[in-house]
């Protein structure tokens, strides 16, 4: 710390250097975030920017103020130290001066801030002494105690006085204005220009000023160890981060050989199979025709003809039979290749992912580190600046300069506090289990009539099921509203046992709640206008965020409206009355802010897809595949929009298969008749068009894969039912 005794010879030199012409600063301007500069060196940087200025030593961004840079306060303290270092410096050159007094050219022996001007040393005598100056006394500087190891910054500070009015050069000043920023005034001004304003006396406007300081120098000391620790946690999360990336690549690699051993043992055992399988068939036949060959030698001539047409028949059956094993065998060598070969690309894909992810955390570790290294700068900056504050005891200078340090502190610690948010997911990359992401693709259909129905009563009542969501191990999860306007989310299985129910707290605004499974046992949903969150089954544990506290310059007005999930990158993506859709992770953190293209009115509903993101959009009507990287999406395709008759026919829900094709329910809305339509797996083309029976009102549909295959699942109301649908 900097006391008000330090010597001037103390101070680093670094402090009093321009970092832009790396020479002593020339009327130093300071920034809000305390950093100095030469008004001139700032003007020539300046004029890149514009109305904005980045600060080259902590990289923060600033708007100039009304002026310009003459805008920009003078630094008062370091602008007294610099010019004391040239009034010693000019003296150790040249100690013969022109006195301001006599006007003789003889060896100074003081200098006068009052005058601003040497005195001789018969002048000085006489300056000291006469009741004339007597308001120069104080002002007065012996030459012999020029040497910086004998000033001090408060005794530097005692002699200089009082700014000059900027609109009375002439006068000093002796009031602050506060309502012009504190800008120091003289009497003149009183009653011109600044009249009516709030006008305080220098010293108590001071004493107020260095309370304030003090108070906001306490509430930063708090995280000035947390800001250096978070470096130390920043360096351990990159070593962890390259630790866990060694072990998954590992494991995804013994994962492949293990997967690539199995096939190929399955497919020598199957050739062994074959060839025992043609043995005994030929050893069969051989048999037979022995035995056909001592009967013929029996019945001689009379049963020749018959016994050849009988061998030649059997033989003839044989070789249909072995050419129908190898027929069968060849298929099934092409099912175990094909699944080969899904298993490699499902590798090389979780090696790819690995790879992404790596980056991406070590992004943002650099991110992360680059801004504490700025934080670290800044926390140096405010130090230095906070003890030449009270080293300097300048009463004008504290009421100049502690306003814009108390600001910069306020918006350090802002800073230190949000910086170190989520650091602890910094180090996590994932790889996901090899044998659901491994499917070998295969040509379906969908089901011609209801194949069964899942009755609804035993587990939620007569509740309305608002939306539906399964997994790929059976389990099948609504979100509704109850009676009361309460938010309850139902998992049950296909023969309707209910597993797990939850009651969400809702608040009076609402909307219609959605959901999608984010892992096997973790459910991602949206509620109210402008909340989503997260239920896990394995411990029963809800969390939830509202989208204003998260995301900055949410919109009033807007509303959610759709949730999907992408369970490889652990994203929950929501859609919205808008053209904008968020991504958070699993932590509820927000990653992105996506604008869907000019064309999307709104992503009414939504579902991923390969990469790529589905949107329905109900002011259109249309529906289309769009990118999801970066900020702007792009159109990869539309789909086609289906022929089904005359009517006000919308889109209502999209879901996808584990083949990778795509469902979208269309609906009536003047007779309520629906229809299922099935486009291909990459180009938005369809496949096929299934007409649901009845008029039920349909609010959404999904897909859930269960032992005996994949199904289609389609609730409805008066009774609650759910139709299921076959995919083979």
Not at 171 to 184: A, G, N, R, Y
Not at 266 to 290: F, H, P, Q
Not at 596 to 619: K, R, T, W, Y
């Amino acid at each position: 710390m900097m006391a008000s005794a330090t010597p001037l010879k103390d101070i680093d030199g670094q402090f009093l250097q321009c970092c832009l012409c790396m020479e002593q600063l020339k009327e130093p301007k300071i920034l809000p975030c305390l950093h100095r500069y030469c008004r001139e060196c700032l003007k020539k940087f300046a004029k890149e920017g514009g109305q904005k200025i980045q600060c080259v030593t902590c990289r923060e961004q600033h708007t100039l103020p009304k002026g310009g840079i003459d805008g920009l306060k003078t630094d008062f303290n370091t602008k007294n130290i610099i010019e004391f270092i040239q009034l010693q410096d000019s003296v150790n050159i040249d100690p013969l001066r022109t006195c301001i007094h006599c006007k003789k050219k003889l060896q100074a022996s003081a200098f006068c801030f009052r005058c601003n001007d040497f005195l001789c040393e018969t002048c000085h005598q006489f300056h000291a002494s006469s009741s004339i100056v007597k308001d120069h006394h104080p002002h007065i500087f012996s030459l012999s105690k020029a040497e910086a190891a004998n000033l001090t910054i408060q005794k530097l500070s005692s002699l200089k006085v009082a700014p000059r009015c900027q609109a009375h050069p002439g006068k000093l000043s002796e009031l602050c204005c506060t309502t012009c920023d504190s800008l120091p005034v003289c009497v003149p001004c009183t009653y011109g220009e600044h009249q009516g304003h709030n006008l305080k006396e220098v010293t108590s406007l001071a004493k107020i000023q260095r309370e304030m300081l003090r108070g906001k120098v306490a509430d930063l000391m708090q995280y000035k160890e947390k800001a250096y620790r978070t470096q130390e946690e920043i360096r351990k999360e990159k070593e962890e981060l390259d630790i866990n990336m060694v072990k998954e690549r590992m494991k995804a690699l013994e994962q492949l050989d293990a997967e690539e051993e199995r096939i190929k043992e399955t497919i020598r055992n199957m050739d062994g199979e074959l060839t025992r399988k043609g043995a005994e068939l030929e050893g069969c036949v051989n048999a037979k025709e022995s035995l056909r060959k001592k009967d013929l030698e029996q019945r001689m001539r009379k049963l020749k003809e018959e016994f050849e047409l009988v061998c030649e028949e059997e033989r003839r059956e044989a070789v249909s039979t072995f050419r129908k094993l190898q027929e069968a065998n060849k298929r099934e060598t092409e099912r175990l290749q094909e699944e080969l070969r899904a298993v490699i690309g499902g590798i090389k894909g979780q090696l790819t992912s690995l790879n992404t992810q790596k980056d991406e955390q070590a992004r943002k570790i650099k991110e992360l580190s680059e801004h504490f290294d700025g934080i670290v700068i800044r926390f140096g900056t405010v130090t230095t600046t906070v003890d030449c504050i009270r080293a300097a005891e300048n009463e004008w200078a504290d009421v100049q300069c502690i306003p814009d340090v108390c600001r910069a502190i306020d918006l350090l610690s802002e800073d230190v506090k949000k910086s170190s948010l989520g650091l602890g997911n910094l180090s996590v990359v994932r790889v996901r289990d090899l044998s659901p992401a491994v499917t070998v693709r295969r040509k379906v259909g969908i089901s011609k009539h209801v194949e069964s129905v899942i009755h609804m009563q035993n587990v939620m009542g007569e509740w309305e099921v608002n939306d539906i969501t399964g997994n790929t191990d059976g389990r099948i999860a609504v979100i509704s509203w109850t009676p009361s306007n309460q938010t309850h989310l139902t998992v049950f299985n296909m023969r309707s046992d209910l597993l797990h129910q939850k009651l969400i707290p809702a608040r009076k605004l609402y909307c219609t709640p959605k959901c999608s499974f984010l892992t096997q046992s973790q459910i991602a949903f949206i509620h109210e206008y402008d909340e989503v969150g997260i239920y896990d089954m394995g411990d029963q544990s809800l969390k939830s965020a509202m989208l204003k506290d998260v995301i900055t310059n949410w919109p009033f007005n807007q509303w959610v409206s759709s949730v999907t999930t992408d369970p490889t990158n652990g994203y929950i993506i929501v859609g919205c009355d808008s053209r904008d859709v968020y991504v958070f992770n699993d932590q509820l953190q927000h990653i992105n802010t996506i604008t869907l293209p000019a064309c999307i009115g709104n992503a009414h509903d939504i579902a991923m897809h390969e990469g790529s993101l589905l949107v329905c959009d109900s002011f259109s009507r249309r529906a289309f595949a769009v990118t999801v990287h970066g900020t702007a999406s792009q159109v990869k395709y539309e789909f086609t929009e289906p022929t089904i008759g005359r009517g006000n026919w919308g889109l209502v829900s999209v879901c996808t298969d584990q083949n990778g094709y795509v469902y979208m329910l269309w609906r009536d809305e003047w007779t309520r008749k629906s229809v299922i339509v099935q486009y291909s797996r990459d180009s938005g083309q369809i496949e096929m068009m299934r007409k649901v029976s009845g008029k039920h009102d349909i609010p959404s549909m999904t897909s859930v894969r269960t032992k005996q295959g994949d199904k289609l699942l389609l609730p409805k109301e008066n009774p609650p039912q759910i139709l299921v649908y076959d995919l083979v």
